[in-house]
């Protein structure tokens, strides 16, 4: 990735009739090199065949006091969560918000035109300086994910599908456990979105999938917990989910969470009102949903404009 290089000052003199004076222009700055965030997180794609950045340089000094062109920045959209390493200096940059900008490389400035050097005793100057150049990095990008809602649940549990439903991610969905064995991400609007591997029980001590999954919730501002209504035992479920937060990091605890039933076309009626009540006795409300239509997903829906208003007034 390289800044763009500052323009050359001008060797000129005043074209007016009898005048002799320096009227050499500076030369223009280089275009520096800026990452912003984005809710897109199909972004860092662009990097696959496009491994080299350049902002624009600044154009030369120009006769008659006329100072060259700055050069333009180039702007690179990536994903919010996005840390950039300068690989020669190891310092990091992470973008955490939409719109938040981050300088990657600065642009040289523009030399000094010969007009710049006038003096009493040297009215007709024939000193310039040339531009310098602009910073030049080798940079890694990494995506370390900070979604706005992270789905939990036991594997299986039908996040995958909920989230190939509310966004334009593409998730591997079967009827097995550990389907998902990274974390998916889709953008809802301005919400990111992200399906966290299945948990079991023992995760905390490094079982499953482990830290590995619960290094991903630390860094989501909100938990949707689903809980299939094909289980046997819904509070056991909520449970094991819940006792795993509390033993790998008590504050993971402290996160808002909506709980979902998932899959509620699958059960009768009287089911649903029997996995309702049994979470209610542990004081947990829960809300039945299904991706099967229109109606069964409002809830979520609902659930992630609050949100919405939520980020929007902070």
Request: glycine share 14%; charged share 30%.
């Amino acid at each position: 990735m390289v800044a763009g290089k500052g323009g050359q000052g001008a060797v000129a003199f005043d074209k007016n009739l009898m005048a002799k004076g320096a009227a050499g222009g500076s030369g223009g700055h280089g275009g520096s090199v800026w990452f912003e965030g984005v809710s897109d997180l199909t972004k860092l794609n662009q990097f696959r065949f496009k491994k080299e950045l350049e902002a624009e340089n600044g154009e030369p000094g120009r006769g008659q006091w006329r100072d060259g062109k700055n050069g333009a920045d180039l702007i690179v959209y990536i994903p919010v969560g996005t840390v950039v390493t300068n690989l020669q200096n190891n310092e990091k940059q992470e973008v955490t918000q939409v719109g938040e900008k981050i300088l990657a490389a600065k642009g040289g400035n523009g030399g000094k035109g010969n007009f710049l050097f006038r003096g009493p005793k040297n009215t007709s100057p024939t000193q310039f300086q040339p531009g310098l150049p602009g910073e030049e990095f080798e940079l890694k990008l990494e995506l370390k994910m900070i979604a706005d809602v992270g789905f939990i649940g036991l594997p299986n549990g039908g996040k995958s599908s909920l989230l190939n439903t509310l966004t334009a991610a593409k998730a591997k969905v079967g009827n097995y456990a550990f389907t998902t064995l990274e974390p998916n991400l889709g953008a809802y609007y301005e919400l990111i979105l992200a399906d966290i591997p299945g948990l079991i029980e023992g995760a905390s001590e490094g079982r499953g999938l482990g830290a590995k999954f619960l290094r991903h919730v630390e860094r989501t501002k909100y938990l949707f917990h689903l809980i299939s209504s094909e289980t046997q035992d819904p509070v056991h479920d909520y449970k094991i989910i819940r006792g795993e937060l509390k033993k790998y990091n008590k504050e993971l605890a402290k996160k808002k969470e909506t709980v979902f039933i998932s899959k509620s076309d699958l059960v009768d009626e009287e089911r649903m009102k029997e996995i309702i009540e049994a979470l209610a006795g542990e004081k947990v409300k829960a809300t039945p949903i299904t991706i099967a239509d229109d109606e069964g997903i409002k809830p979520v829906r609902k659930a992630l404009e609050k949100i919405q208003k939520e980020k929007i007034k902070s």
